[in-house]
């Protein structure tokens, strides 16, 4: 049973566009959720995060928006960059020192 | 500061052989843990650490065995390989939230 869903395997924009990738989640314990950023043969990393305290987080070009009813996050990017083309995975936590939940996650291609 | 490093980059491995992934980190944080990822399957946690001493199970344990004897080392051990073994593993690190640093990866295949 797949508690973290990023049901979109890929999405192409045009550069300067936005970009709006997808999760839902299922367990209703989940209070913690982060993004990461996966480029091919390297580790994931770190890109952005959001409480449940929040509906939103904002860093530069990246915005996280949480609706807790909905159990839904989204993650828009703008402008989207060539820069930004990898994967994307959305991840879920039942507090801030638990095991993390990863989805499947999004190929994000930005066209030139 | 290195981060988290993983060895070995590549590994090819034969059916029923055993090895050891190593995962080593220089930031001091408690918390290690161990993915898989699989094409179309995301990251799965295979087991994990909350400080030297302690480990425990993860969502896809089986044919996996960790110890944790210091805070900077976190090895996992494949007792007998098998084919569905083949992925590719990242080591990832934190402290205290949930912000994990994650090594570049170890690309295994088991024939």
């Known amino acids: 049973d797949q508690q973290v869903k990023q049901n979109s395997p890929s999405l192409s924009v045009q550069e300067g566009r936005i970009s709006i990738l997808n999760c839902d989640y299922t367990?209703?314990?989940?209070?913690?959720f982060l993004w990461y950023k996966k480029y091919p043969a390297e580790g994931p990393t770190f890109l952005i995060s959001?409480?449940?305290?929040?509906d939103k987080n904002e860093d530069g070009r990246f915005t996280v928006f949480l609706n807790k009813s909905a159990k839904h996050l989204s993650l828009h990017i703008v402008p989207s960059q060539p820069g930004d083309s990898a994967v994307y995975f959305c991840?879920?936590?039942?507090?801030?020192?638990?095991?993390?939940?990863f989805g499947k996650g999004i190929t994000l291609s930005v066209r030139p | 500061n290195a981060g988290v490093t993983q060895t070995p980059k590549f590994q090819v491995l034969k059916t029923g052989q055993s090895m050891t992934l190593q995962c080593a980190q220089d930031?001091?944080?408690?918390?290690m843990s161990w993915y898989r990822q699989d094409p179309g399957m995301g990251l799965r946690l295979i087991h994990y650490?909350?400080?030297?001493?302690?480990?425990d199970q993860g969502e896809v344990p089986n044919g996996y065995n960790v110890s944790r004897s210091t805070t900077e080392d976190f090895p996992l051990r494949l007792l007998s390989a098998a084919p569905s073994q083949t992925s590719v593993y990242f080591c990832?690190?934190?402290?205290?939230?949930?912000?994990?640093?994650f090594g570049p990866g170890t690309r295994l295949t088991v024939t």
């Open positions: 367990n209703s314990m989940f209070d913690y």
């Open positions: 991840a879920a936590s039942a507090g801030a020192n638990s095991k993390l939940t």
């Open positions: 990832a690190s934190r402290s205290t939230g949930l912000k994990q640093y």
């Open positions: 959001i409480s449940s305290i929040k």
């Open positions: 650490s909350v400080g030297a001493g302690i480990t």
């Open positions: 930031m001091n944080h408690e918390y």
